[in-house]
Nanobody, 114 residues
């Protein structure tokens, strides 16, 4: 059974850091993406990482967020620095295949206090 489990969220003050994890089971990691959904807003992409470790980010998080992967642990990470209140959201990881069928994990809540 293919499953993605996100964790590591929490409450942090403005300027703080958090590291989110996404553990995959029943599948091998290839292209992975992080998304987020803020209250009252649509889910939006944050960034991606491919099998070679190459990353892309949306402009709003460039220079603050870093996506990495540990293939031995079948885990993808989202390291977030200099967090802002507008980063408050539920964060999800996903793959293109799961995205195509609308399958999502439970996500992990990140709340940044001002």
């Amino acid at each position: 059974q293919v499953q993605l489990v996100e964790s590591g969220g929490g409450l942090v003050q403005t300027g703080g850091s958090l590291r989110l994890s996404c553990v995959a089971s029943g599948m091998s990691l290839n292209i992975m993406a992080w998304y987020r959904q803020a209250p009252g807003k649509q889910r939006e992409p944050v960034g991606t990482i491919n099998s070679a470790g190459e990353t892309n980010y949306v402009d709003s998080v460039k220079g603050r967020f870093l996506i990495s992967r540990d293939n031995a642990k079948n885990t993808v990470y989202l390291q977030m620095h200099n967090l802002k209140p507008e980063d408050t959201a539920v964060y999800y990881c996903n793959t293109p295949a799961r995205l195509a069928v609308g399958s999502w994990g439970q996500g992990t809540q990140v709340t940044v206090s001002s």
